[in-house]
């Protein structure tokens, strides 16, 4: 049971809009920590998306972007490709775990 | 930026095993550095971090692995260091070295190309 709640998948069409939540509590998320947001293609290392959540690295599409209210954080995926079908996690750290990195179960992401 | 991890393979139950990863690319000295793992058809697992020795280079560890595993650095060669004991079938995953932002957000940035370590049953 991971300590940031992703939903296990999310699917839509090519061009469609899809979000991906992360659900954390007042000890992560709510206590301040950002959201980091990574994408993972099959057979390869995780590559990072989204920063201090909604920051974008040079690089990445602004297809992707990142929001944080109270206690989740969310990812936001427009103009789904077929290429973004991927797995998608959260990235956060916890209070009450001695400020140890946690991350999400992960979301698998895919493109119908 | 460049991470190459090394030393994975086959240990049997109870025994250790020393990751290393090489870094190039960037300012190792002023890096701190992460190691997260990944289980086979398993989401990511944060392990621990290592600061810089000008933030005091002192560790945090996921609290199940404390007292087992154990980050070093060599900032002379530019090498991050994953030292494992005790090692059971639940440690078999594939070991990634990252970079970590210092400077606020403390994302994870850059991932290495990962190495696997199998402890059978």
């Known amino acids: 049971q991971s300590v940031l709640t992703q939903p296990p998948s999310v699917s839509g069409a090519p061009g469609q809009r899809v979000t991906i939540s992360c659900t954390g509590s007042s000890s992560n998320i709510g206590a301040g920590h950002d959201v980091h947001w990574y994408q993972q293609l099959p057979g390869a290392a995780p590559k990072l998306l989204i920063y201090?959540?909604?920051i974008r690295p040079s690089g990445v599409s602004d297809r992707f972007s990142g929001s944080k209210s109270g206690t989740s954080g969310s990812l936001a995926i427009t103009g789904l490709r077929a290429e973004d079908e991927a797995d998608y996690y959260c990235?956060?750290?916890?209070?009450?775990?001695?400020?140890?990195?946690?991350f999400g179960g992960g979301t698998k992401l895919t493109v119908l | 930026v460049q991470l190459v991890e090394s030393g994975g393979g086959l240990v049997k139950p109870g025994g250790s095993l020393r990751l290393s990863c090489a870094a190039s690319?960037?300012?190792?000295?002023?890096?701190?550095m992460s190691w997260v793992r990944q289980a086979p058809g398993k989401g990511l697992e944060w392990v621990g971090r290592i600061k810089t020795k000008a933030h005091g280079g002192t560790t945090d560890y996921a609290a199940p692995l404390r007292g087992r595993f154990t980050i070093s650095r060599d900032d002379s060669r530019n090498m991050l260091y994953l030292q494992m004991n005790s090692l059971n079938t639940e440690d078999t995953a594939v070991y990634y070295c990252t970079t970590v932002d210092s400077s606020g957000f403390y994302s994870i940035d850059y991932w290495g190309q990962g190495t696997l370590v199998t402890v059978p049953s």
């Open positions: 690319g960037f300012s190792f000295t002023n890096a701190w």
């Open positions: 990235l956060s750290y916890d209070n009450d775990l001695s400020g140890s990195g946690v």
């Open positions: 201090g959540n909604n």
